[in-house]
């Protein structure tokens, strides 16, 4: 009987195993993606609840409503986004290697979206929320040699 329950636990994967750097990565992501769903979700909300106001600040005849319709796609988008970048953070966590190819998916998608919002004369923070995104699928990427 202890033989099978030692089998068992053999397979799972340990996370004896998975170097700090991915631990530390993983909950920096975990705070991150978590920190920009929840910033979309609040502009989202505003939007929609000051969308009249939204409409007469920009001085637009077209119905406000189209603008927060959009910006709810944006927010699905993002929250996917940030969904996969979790999920592929917390397998890697566990030492599993199919984490980074979850993680890489969404977080590219990121990097390539704010790459394509600043080409003209795009904001600092852009390029710097840019590197950061990129330069984590980097560590993560070279840490792969040390997962399963």
Known sequence: MSDFTEVLESNEPSQQNVPEVV???AI???IGNGFWILAFLVIYMMMRM????LAALMNINMASDYFVNIFLIVFILASILGGLCIYGAALMSKGLKKGFTFYAIGNGIWVLILL?????NGPLSNYI???ISAVFILVFGMQLKHLR
Do not use: T
């Open 28 to 30: 920096f992501s975990y």
């Open 50 to 53: 000051n969308s009249n106001e």
């Open 129 to 131: 929320i840019l590197l």
């Open 23 to 25: 631990k530390v990565l």
């Open 116 to 120: 394509i919002g600043s080409l003209e």
